[in-house]
């Protein structure tokens, strides 16, 4: 399978979507059991123009809210909106994986970076501490160009060009959760979720988990498998930028990456997870872990006739 890209003509690739079941956000309420309905208001009708901390969010907050996680772990923190979100509307304790020093696109920029004016860098940061400068952008004299500094008497620095600084590096992963005062409740790992190694944290598990790191489908089929490894039976875990609906993912290479490892994962979703399903009109879809004590039917069919192959086996060779 390619890296990011399914054909969208391809037969499997068709059929593979019209297994995948749709809800709309009125029927979380009756999946997960819930006594409120979700009164989910995108900002937008454009699919396309769906963002995080307007749109998806609101179903974020919902479930979290009813479900209450105690330990909720996060892939991709950014800005840290998704992480404040659940703590601010549960009891969690949140744990975050993110690159120290941010994602790097293959042509070698920042994945994410804002462009702004040192004026406006000067008012942003000035009593809190200032991100990494990637680059400076134009300007006719470099002297004292530092954002952040003033000369002895009046002189500012120019302004005649303009800053670069990564939003998803170093102090600015989660500030968010920190301006709000909830860094007790927040831990931070700085780490590739490729190498990550979970096995200190298998043993007490997840309640909840949100996958929005690396959109590639290498990234997100590794955080997927380590997701379901790490949720506690019965949990929920939830998966950002998955939106199947031809308009944005023809167009967004971030839902492609994630469509298509989904699409790879079905086997292993089918028998992981008791449930799992794209919110309508959203790019999510949440998924929960099953419980121990349930198998499904073609599970068990598989072990009994391993276990016969077996038993005829160890019978003709007596």
């Known amino acids: 399978m390619g890296k990011n890209s399914i054909d969208m003509a391809d037969e499997a690739f068709s059929a593979a979507l019209a297994k995948l079941r749709t809800v709309?956000?009125?029927?979380?309420?009756?999946?997960?059991?819930?006594?409120?309905?979700?009164?989910?208001?995108?900002?937008?009708?454009?699919?396309?123009?769906?963002?995080?901390?307007?749109?998806?969010?609101?179903?974020?907050?919902?479930?979290?809210?009813?479900?209450?996680?105690?330990?909720?772990?996060?892939?991709?923190?950014?800005?840290?909106?998704?992480?404040?979100?659940?703590?601010?509307?549960?009891?969690?304790?949140v744990w975050s994986i993110n690159l120290r020093d941010g994602e790097i696109t293959e042509g070698g920029q920042p994945a994410y970076a804002e462009t702004i004016s040192p004026a406006e860098f000067r008012n942003r940061f000035s009593n809190k501490p200032a991100p990494e400068i990637t680059r400076k952008i134009g300007g006719t004299d470099q002297k004292n160009t530092d954002p952040l500094s003033l000369d002895n008497g009046n002189e500012v620095p120019r302004d005649d060009y303009v800053i670069e600084y990564r939003t998803d590096a170093r102090g600015m992963i989660g500030h968010l959760v920190h301006e709000a005062g909830l860094s007790d409740r927040f831990h931070q790992i700085y780490a590739d979720s490729k190498t990550w190694d979970i096995a200190k944290y298998q043993r007490r598990g997840f309640d909840t988990v949100l996958i929005d790191g690396g959109h590639d489908n290498e990234t997100v089929l590794n955080d997927s498998r380590k997701a379901i490894a790490l949720a506690k039976p019965g949990g929920t875990i939830i998966w950002h930028d998955f939106c199947p609906d031809p308009s944005v993912y023809e167009v967004m290479s971030s839902c492609q990456g994630v469509v298509a490892a989904i699409l790879e994962l079905d086997e292993t979703l089918a028998t992981e997870l008791s449930d799992y399903f794209w919110v309508d009109q959203t790019w999510m879809l949440v998924g929960r872990k099953r419980?121990?004590?349930?198998?499904?039917?073609?599970?068990?069919?598989?072990?009994?006739?391993?276990f016969f192959s077996a038993f005829l086996r160890s019978w003709k060779e007596q």
């Open 24 to 93: 709309s956000a009125e029927e979380l309420k009756e999946i997960f059991g819930f006594s409120t309905s979700c009164n989910y208001q995108p900002t937008t009708d454009d699919l396309r123009q769906l963002k995080m901390p307007q749109d998806d969010i609101q179903i974020l907050k919902y479930l979290v809210k009813n479900l209450n996680p105690q330990r909720h772990l996060e892939f991709g923190t950014w800005t840290g909106a998704g992480a404040l979100a659940v703590l601010q509307n549960s009891n969690a304790t």
């Open 291 to 306: 419980t121990k004590s349930f198998a499904p039917a073609y599970f068990l069919r598989q072990r009994i006739g391993a």
